[in-house]
């Protein structure tokens, strides 16, 4: 008798969960093309009604179940500061080796306890510890290819800038950056007298780049 | 004006040389005095907050409420009366310092909100902007990093956005952290600073596009590309660690994570100059069911010894103005230790005037009529002699 009123329950909550779902289908959102491309993002730019494949539910109060959905450009917030735990084998990836100051920042860089997760936040004190562990790791690999034997110019920096892009960020620098980087590399390495030394300060810039530290 | 400045400059000089001579002479205390109050202070707040859910059980600043029912352990014989209507429990608050003791206030406010989150969005802001972070914003200073917060753990629901370009930077090991204040042993694998600044600064550019596209998850790569740059071009700071793990008994470690690391941590940024210093506790705060308030004597005797050797030596810094804060989203009611519609804060600082406007009911409630959140941190610019209070007038008139 129990199990039978359990059931008619069950069946009854089903039906009415159909009809709060099925009666109050809308058709897909989303009829037209963006509305531009945005100049700053270079992404396009979605109207409210542009949101692809999306549809709207109807609530039982009346609202629709898509009224608290948060908005935003396609393509915005996809990136992650990545985790200690990541990074202990990123930095060995790109360099050849871990960096040996690394295993000292677990805590800056919020290494979490074992079977605990923290989303990473980045701080000033783990954004130059990420410049010491780079720099560290850099004077490293620029210690014996003879591209680093000379100080850079504006035609050396280039070239190397767009290597250690292509071998940190695994995607292809732009001018703007590649600009930068060689900016860094002739201008702002002028203090160091060491040519091995400027290759390591530029190299350890583009390591410090979000194109690493991100992803 | 730069007439006026040139006399002003030369008269502070040779007062404070005369003084300084007198003194030396004489032994004159009144020209020891008249010197030692030229000394700039610099006003910082240290925030330690009770559980990422907790409470602060008024037992503890409000002593008095409770003994004639001896709720939450409370009786006659573990009680101070510290004056001005001010009754502490004697084991915690009244095993302070002596300083703490002459300059210590119990702050009520009434925010109406039950719910931890809700409790913490309304002790800590104004549902956009974080107080502490606002008010580290308005304090002056120099120091790159003003607002800086003890580890990695905050209330549950803490407002983290930036406020007048000052943004909430975490410390989570102290050896790095003084590496990036300068303080650190120098060697062949130390960046310069000047080149590393420069290097920085390339990388936060050549970061651009990442950060515009990721306004939110990558927001605190931007604001460490912005205070890291800034930090290396200030001077050089040196500590000395050694003698900050022995006051606060955590051996040779530098991460920041139980109390006392983030007491001693919380006296390195005081060092360093920031503003606004907050340390949450992750213990045992939401103490449901504690009738006999043991478990919040608990949690209170683990904290205390670190607070007392914060209080003890900093209170002792004559070039600051050091106010320290024990709060928590609401206060546990009666019966059952649940959770209150306020919260008596302690307040200890050079600048508090003993008293109470926090003394609650037996029943541990706060009087309606109890100021909000808001003129709390009014208060706390007062004591702190902030050169701007951005918070209103301040309703609690126990200042020196």
Redesign the interface.
């Known amino acids: 008798m129990k199990t039978k009123s359990i059931r008619a329950l069950v069946v009854l909550l089903s039906f009415v969960g159909l009809a709060g779902c099925a009666g109050s289908v809308s058709e897909p959102e989303g009829t037209g093309g963006p509305l531009g491309i945005d100049p700053?993002?270079g992404?396009p730019i979605l109207g409210d009604d542009d949101a692809p494949a999306g549809r709207s539910y109807k609530a039982f109060g009346g609202g629709t179940l898509g009224s608290d959905r948060i908005s935003g450009a396609a393509?915005?917030?996809?990136?992650?500061?990545k985790p200690y735990s990541a990074l202990v084998g990123e930095y060995a990836r790109v360099l050849g080796k871990t960096p040996a100051?690394l295993p000292?920042?677990a805590?800056?860089f919020?290494e979490p306890p074992a079977r605990w997760f923290?989303e990473p936040?980045?701080?000033?004190?783990?954004?130059?510890?990420a410049?010491?562990a780079a720099?560290?790791g850099c004077?490293d690999l620029t210690a014996t290819d003879a591209a680093y034997a000379t100080a850079p110019t504006p035609t050396t920096a280039a070239t190397e800038c767009g290597k250690f892009a292509s071998r940190f960020w695994t995607r292809t620098?732009g001018s703007a950056?590649i600009d930068?980087?060689v900016?860094?590399a002739t201008?702002?390495?002028q203090?160091?007298t060491d040519f091995r030394r400027k290759w390591a300060?530029?190299c350890?810039?583009?390591l410090?780049?979000?194109?690493f530290?991100?992803f | 004006m730069s007439r006026r400045h040139h006399i002003s400059r030369r008269s502070l000089i040779q007062g404070a040389a005369a003084a300084a001579g007198l003194s030396t002479v004489a032994g004159s205390s009144l020209f020891n005095r008249a010197f030692a109050q030229a000394i700039p202070e610099k006003p910082v707040l240290l925030v330690i907050h009770l559980g990422t859910f907790g409470g602060y059980n008024s037992v503890f600043n409000s002593a008095d409420s409770f003994t004639a029912a001896g709720d939450f352990g409370a009786a006659a014989g573990n009680i101070t009366n510290l004056g001005n209507g001010l009754v502490v429990d004697t084991a915690t608050l009244g095993s302070m310092p002596d300083f703490a003791k002459t300059h210590m206030a119990s702050i009520g406010m009434r925010h109406e909100q039950f719910q931890h989150e809700a409790a913490q969005r309304a002790v800590w802001g104004d549902g956009t902007n974080n107080f502490g972070i606002r008010l580290a914003s308005v304090m002056g200073g120099d120091a790159a990093i003003k607002c800086a917060l003890m580890g990695d753990t905050t209330p549950g629901d803490f407002p983290k956005s930036p406020v007048g370009g000052v943004s909430l930077q975490q410390i989570r090991d102290m050896g790095p952290t003084i590496a990036a204040l300068g303080g650190g042993a120098v060697d062949p694998l130390t960046p310069n600073r000047d080149i590393a600044a420069g290097g920085l600064t390339a990388a936060q550019q050549m970061s651009g596009d990442s950060i515009t596209k990721n306004p939110v998850l990558l927001g605190t790569v931007k604001e460490g590309y912005a205070t890291s740059i800034e930090t290396l071009k200030k001077p050089v700071r040196t500590f000395n660690l050694a003698a900050l793990q022995s006051a606060y008994g955590i051996g040779t470690s530098t991460t920041v994570n139980g109390f006392g690391s983030k007491m001693a941590a919380a006296e390195l940024m005081v060092e360093a100059g920031a503003n606004v210093i907050i340390a949450t506790d992750g213990g045992d705060w939401d103490t449901h069911d504690d009738n006999n308030g043991a478990r919040a004597r608990r949690s209170m005797a683990r904290i205390m010894p670190s607070i007392n050797t914060f209080v003890g030596r900093t209170s002792a810094f004559a070039d600051r103005n050091v106010v320290t804060v024990i709060m928590a989203e609401f206060n546990r009611s009666i019966p059952n230790s649940n959770h209150n519609s306020g919260m008596t804060a302690t307040v200890v600082g050079k600048y508090v005037k003993t008293g109470t406007t926090g003394k609650t009911s037996a029943a541990a409630n706060l009087p309606p009529s109890a100021p909000k959140p808001v003129a709390f941190w009014s208060y706390l610019a007062t004591v702190l002699k902030s050169p701007t209070n951005p918070f209103g007038a301040n309703p609690h008139n126990l200042v020196l």
Not at chain 1, 75 to 81: A, I, Q, S, T
């Open positions: 700053k993002t992404l393509g915005e917030e996809m990136k992650r500061v100051l000292t920042f805590a800056t919020s923290f936040e980045a701080s000033a004190v783990s954004v130059f510890s410049y010491r720099f560290q004077l620098a950056e930068v980087c900016n860094v201008v702002q390495t203090p160091e300060y530029t350890a810039a583009v410090t780049s979000a194109g530290l991100s």
